[in-house]
């Protein structure tokens, strides 16, 4: 596609907050408009091949704000967390459209997380794969998400003791503030369902944040020194 080639892309979404929807997509440019109680029709004009999509758009708002959507048809009853979510890209696939690793590592990684119980990310940082800040920043630039340096900006120890020590070393999350009314959550994979799941179960509604794996098991060791990393039953 050249420059000055334009491309119209027009797509029903299905969502259970259709206002807020239509105006993130409104503040992007694009024309949205509200079709039905749990629907947005959404025309985007691309200019340009780099130009990001519909689906890309609302992957970082589906991620961003922890609420599910579905690209097209129309929804039948209320729309759940437990039945319509936007496939979210995994860690492996983020770093290997980066081309920070090669499919060989990935599946030698997989295979060791897997048997170890041990989150990938500290597979592929055990085994040199990756070095760390290149995941933390990889991660939060393909998924839209704020990178937080904790050894800067810090975290409230009140806060993050909201989630269990143990989860938190485990899953490597960790709530760090009350922004807005909400509680932040850094993370080392955003993309990890059942670390998301496990922070919801204690903290509720959050917003999503990276961090770097180490600065994340630094915090909690300091808030508990007996933590370690096992998988609890």
């Known amino acids: ?133 290149e995941l933390a920043r990889t991660v939060a630039d393909q998924l839209d998400l704020p990178y937080v340096n904790l050894r800067v900006a810090g975290f409230d120890r009140s806060v993050a003791q909201m989630l269990p020590s143990h989860e938190g070393m485990r899953m490597a999350v960790l709530p760090i503030a009350v922004l807005g009314g909400r509680i932040r959550v850094v993370f080392a994979d955003p993309s990890d369902e059942e670390a998301k799941a496990i922070a919801r179960q204690h903290i509720g509604d959050f917003t999503l944040a990276v961090a770097d794996l180490s600065d994340i098991e630094l915090a909690w060791r300091a808030l508990d020194p007996t933590c370690g990393f096992a998988r609890t039953a």
């Open 1 to 133: 596609m050249s420059s000055t080639t334009q491309a119209i892309e027009a797509v029903t979404i299905a969502v259970a907050t259709p206002i807020e929807l239509r105006d993130y997509f409104l503040r992007l440019g694009a024309e949205s408009t509200v079709v039905s109680p749990q629907e947005v029709h959404v025309r985007l004009v691309q200019t340009g091949e780099d130009d990001d999509s519909i689906a890309d758009h609302l992957r970082h708002w589906v991620t961003r704000n922890g609420i599910p959507a579905m690209i097209g048809g129309s929804a039948q009853g209320p729309i759940g967390s437990d039945t319509y979510f936007l496939e979210r890209p995994r860690l492996g696939d983020l770093l290997l459209r980066r081309g920070l690793i090669t499919q060989e590592q990935l599946d030698e990684a997989l295979a060791a997380s897997r048997a170890s119980g041990d989150l990938l990310g500290r597979v592929m940082i055990q085994r040199r794969f990756i070095f760390e800040d």
